[in-house]
């Protein structure tokens, strides 16, 4: 429905339209309603907020001093009391993205069913599970407690630890066993058939029946004699395990017998991996020297012995594909491969891993190499090229170092741009992780930098502290400009090539000399992606061209603000350019002339700001931590936000500028709804979020935190369910909510557990709320718009003939005697039918005659209303035309007939579908109206009605068309 009712001055329409579309909706209604023909629109369900919505829109447009008085007299508390703090949140965990490995080393399985390889990596409290074929991700396991420190796997589970606490875990999902019996962290786990070994930091080794979940043997080693730091089952050796020790000596264990089989000295340095050669009887022993011995256990005979100078041995695998080669890892991410039969190094995979190359295993009879490091990547590499140097076949990377700044890339709400600590330039794909890219490492030279590698490369660029992007003209040239940390060279970047770009920006005074003290702050590209605004810690805003990478231009004579740029935006046509400075000030540019054209004292000193280009809504972050939003065209602070403990580290707009979303080092996000000027969501995280980006589409907002290198995104719960947005009160404490996982979260129904509060009660409308209201019906338009012109439509609809039953023809067809054949014509049916219908018929009394007649004792003409609302525009027209005498009819049936529409037109409720009734009643009855005296009566008080109440609604169309043109011109 479209409600209509005076609040004051003005009025409001309610209706499911958006604000944009109102005052073009009160236009269309005006002339409607003048022309009899009034849409009408109908919410089926919707908040208890229809009474406060005149409070609400005086709160929309009420100065910023205002708004505690209102947040005060609407303060949820008074509603729903303590029921605040247990209400929805506004967003909820959906997923996590860019984390792919970490220190701990992952396990190679082989699933006979599917003839498949697939590797488990552990992330956090989970455990991913890879494909090997395409390196795509097929599962993920619940979360676990805590994160997972060790790794095993035997052919149907996976068993992950953490503190001194393992699980097993079916289906790469579930866990089904629980091992609980340690004092001390476990750090080895080795599955052993029927059973689990298990060994903690302690020394102490257990040995658990995998289903039973009971301990059969129980081993505690003398720590200053024997420390346990490697453990291998060697193939086929029946129920015994070899250990090794952090002292250098190993020992052979008879599990079954609990037997200390035999000893081997050693070689005096501590073992940090075993590793079982294709051989039997042949191990390889990693030492923490960087020596690696090939010894056969059987006959305790040293056959071999490499040395690596890259610090101790992390990883040794050996190839089974045909070649005798044995790969072996570092500390500083380098691989040695080793050439068996000639006994001599054969290549080296150097940087394969920013970080230590944490776990390594060459797949069976094939030629390719798994290998995962602390740097949040996995790698597959392909030995298919000479010189037996491996290449890279696939492989899925994350920033190896947290996250400092994440921007939405594009309109489609698909790329998510991420830059980090480690330097590196990254895109993930919120649809898929196939569509990740990465856009490299800043580099002052890249030949250089190739050259020296990532460990000794001294023209890398700083990481990246703030960039903008845009996607026009990308195809073109480069579409995206980062500062970087201390630096005062800024980088353009390509994402098509994904690489970075041509362009290296920097004022021209400092292109010789290189000052230590001055670098880029703030930068921002224009939406047309043709220029990049740089802002310096001296002060100085410069533009430069993104297609030539030529300087255009300074904004100020020398300097545009006297201390360190803090923010520098630009508005989406290139008209105004916006900065902020430590100096306090906000001043605005003409972009192309670069003449001041407004200067705005605050007061505080800004840490950043943000422009919301299609509302022109500017936020503030100051250093007190409070937050202000400033309308760029009238240059005035329209709200003040304060709440925050912390410095606030980012914001971010919601799509159509209603909400404005903070981060601060306090470990909250708080929502702030701007219309209302309230804070109407709050959620506590166990980690700061460092950066907030919303996706253009709204339905996520991502999140990178302090020293985690993961991108979280939570998904807008008011987009998929009823979310109320009360304002929080004063003293609500948020509860902490833990980051999502990788896998999807299953949004939890909260129909039943969510305490029902005023607001969220679906709201069913009465048919009239007030006397003083209009009110339209719920009739579409088909059902009274085309009363007055159905003459027309039957006349366009009429067949110009009836339609001809064809003739059958007979089995055996006559013939007319004669010397020629010829066909006998078929006989002419001469019998005719009347088509003029009996009187009779139409002389039976209707329902709604029946109930009119009715009414003009009992005086109650709902009934009769509801009739006729039921009926087709045919069937009014007839059940009009049988009210006159000569069809049927009488005057007192016709009079009570515009009773009925008095009886509507007082009450002000079917306005529409009233006036549309009258008129076909006075098209069709106008001649008898005209000679009867009663009839004529009680049309003339009809009009008065009528004028009346039009009279009523021009004056309120009047007064709403100023108050919104106003409003507009205003721009309040």
Not at 303 to 317: E, H, N, R, Y
Not at 610 to 629: C, N, T
């Amino acid at each position: 429905m479209i409600y209509i009712f005076p609040l004051d001055s003005l009025f409001i329409v309610r209706g499911p339209n958006p604000p944009a579309s109102r005052p073009k909706l009160l236009r269309s209604a005006a002339a409607a309603l003048y022309g009899c023909a009034i849409k009408a629109f109908t919410p089926r369900a919707m908040p208890r907020r229809t009474a406060a919505a005149g409070e609400r829109f005086a709160r929309r447009t009420a100065p910023p001093e205002v708004e505690c008085d209102f947040r005060a007299a609407h303060s949820p508390a008074s509603a729903c009391g303590s029921m605040a703090a247990e209400r929805a949140a506004l967003f909820a965990g959906f997923r996590a993205l860019g984390r792919y490995s970490s220190h701990v080393p992952h396990v190679l399985r082989y699933h006979g069913r599917h003839r498949e390889f697939y590797v488990a990596t552990a992330v956090g409290r989970s455990v991913h599970t890879y494909n090997v074929k395409k390196l795509g991700i097929v599962a993920v396991s619940n979360a676990l407690l805590q994160d997972i420190t060790c790794l095993a796997a035997d052919r149907m589970l996976i068993f992950a630890s953490y503190g001194n606490v393992f699980h097993a875990i079916a289906r790469n999902k579930e866990v089904v066993h629980t091992y609980e019996g340690h004092k001390a962290r476990i750090h080895l786990l080795q599955p052993f058939g029927d059973h689990i070994i298990s060994v903690d930091v302690a020394n102490v080794l257990i040995v658990w029946d995998i289903q039973s979940e009971e301990e059969y043997l129980q081993v505690v080693f003398d720590k200053a004699t024997f420390a346990v730091s490697a453990i291998l089952h060697p193939s086929t050796y029946l129920n015994k395990i070899l250990l090794g020790s952090e002292q250098g000596g190993l020992q052979l264990w008879n599990i079954r017998s609990n037997k200390l089989l035999y000893s081997f000295p050693g070689w005096g340095l501590g073992v940090t991996t075993l590793a079982q050669a294709p051989a039997v009887d042949v191990i390889a022993v990693g030492l923490v020297s960087g020596h690696i011995i090939i010894h056969n256990i059987k006959f305790d005979e040293t056959l071999m012995k490499f040395q690596q100078d890259w610090g101790p041995i992390t990883a040794i695998s050996f190839r089974t594909d045909g070649h005798p080669v044995m790969a072996a890892g570092s500390p500083v991410g380098h691989i040695a491969l080793w050439d068996l039969e000639e006994k001599k190094l054969m290549s080296q995979m150097r940087n394969a891993h920013s970080t230590a190359v944490a776990g390594m295993s060459f797949v069976p009879g094939e030629p390719l190499l798994i290998t995962n490091g602390a740097d949040n990547a996995i790698r597959v590499w392909i030995f298919d090229g000479p010189g037996g140097t491996g290449r890279v076949l696939r492989s899925r990377m994350g920033h190896s170092a947290p996250p400092t700044k994440i921007r939405y890339h594009g309109q489609n709400g698909e790329q998510i741009l991420s830059a980090g600590q480690d330097g590196t330039l990254q895109s993930f794909s919120t649809v898929h992780e196939r569509f990740n890219k990465s856009l490299g490492r800043g580099s002052i030279n890249k030949k250089k930098s190739k050259k020296k590698g990532l460990q000794h490369d001294t023209m890398a660029l700083p990481p990246i502290t703030a960039f903008a992007s845009e996607v026009a003209h990308q195809n073109d040239w480069d579409g995206i400009i980062a500062c970087h940390q201390g630096y005062i060279t800024c980088t353009t970047w390509n994402y098509q090539k994904t690489s970075m770009g041509a362009h290296k920006l920097r004022p021209e005074e400092f292109s010789k000399n290189k000052p230590i003290d001055i670098y880029a702050t703030a930068v921002d590209i224009t939406t047309c992606g043709n220029f990049a605004v740089i802002g310096m810690s001296t002060g100085q805003v410069d533009v430069y061209n993104m297609q030539s990478g030529i300087h255009r231009g300074r904004y100020g004579r020398e300097k545009a603000h006297e201390g360190s740029i803090r923010g520098v935006a630009v508005d989406g046509l290139n008209q105004l350019t916006i900065t902020a400075g430590s100096d306090g000030l906000i001043k605005f540019w003409k972009f192309k002339a670069k003449d001041l054209v407004h200067s705005t004292d605050l007061s505080s000193s800004p840490s950043g700001i943000l422009l919301h280009r299609d509302s022109g809504i500017l936020g503030i972050a100051f250093d007190d931590f409070s937050i202000s939003v400033l309308d760029i065209e009238t240059w005035k602070i329209v709200r003040k936000f304060s709440g925050h403990h912390g410095r606030i580290n980012d914001m971010t707009f919601s799509p159509d500028g209603r909400w404005l979303i903070t981060s601060s080092m306090d470990c909250t996000i708080k929502t702030w709804d701007l219309p209302s000027g309230c804070l109407i969501d709050c959620f506590l995280l166990d980690s700061a979020a460092v950066s907030l980006t919303m996706s253009p589409t709204g339905d996520f907002l991502a999140s990178a935190h302090v020293d985690d290198l993961g991108i979280y995104l939570w998904s807008n719960r008011s987009i998929y369910s009823l979310v109320s947005l009360r304002p929080l009160p004063a003293d609500y404490e948020p509860s902490v909510i833990t980051l999502p996982g990788t896998c999807p979260l299953q949004d939890v129904d909260v129909a039943e557990g969510e305490d029902k509060c005023d607001e969220m009660i679906e709201y069913d409308s009465p048919e009239q709320l007030g006397e003083q209201l209009v009110t339209l019906s719920l009739l579409p338009e088909s059902r009274w718009k085309n009363l007055l012109s159905l003459d027309v439509i039957k006349k366009k609809n009429k067949p110009r003939e009836p339609p001809k039953v064809p003739t059958s023809a007979p089995f055996f067809i006559p013939t007319v005697p004669g010397l020629i054949p010829r066909y006998a014509a078929p006989e002419q049916d001469n019998d005719t039918q009347s088509k003029v219908v009996n009187i009779g018929v139409l002389a039976q009394k209707s329902d709604f005659y029946v109930h009119l007649e009715e009414a003009l004792s009992t005086n109650e003409y709902t009934a009769p209303l509801n009739l006729l609302k039921d009926l087709g525009p045919s069937n009014i027209e007839i059940e009009l035309r049988s009210l006159a005498p000569e069809g049927g009819g009488s005057l007192e049936v016709m009079l009570s007939f515009l009773r009925m529409i008095g009886m509507m037109l007082n009450k002000k409720y079917n306005f529409e579908i009233a006036q549309a009734y009258l008129a076909l009643f006075l098209k069709l009855h106008l001649k008898i109206i005209s000679s009867e005296p009663s009839l004529l009566e009680e049309i003339s008080v009809l009009s008065k009605q009528l004028e009346e109440t039009w009279i009523h609604l021009r004056s309120l169309f009047n007064q709403s068309l100023c108050v919104l043109t106003y409003m507009k011109s205003a721009l309040l």
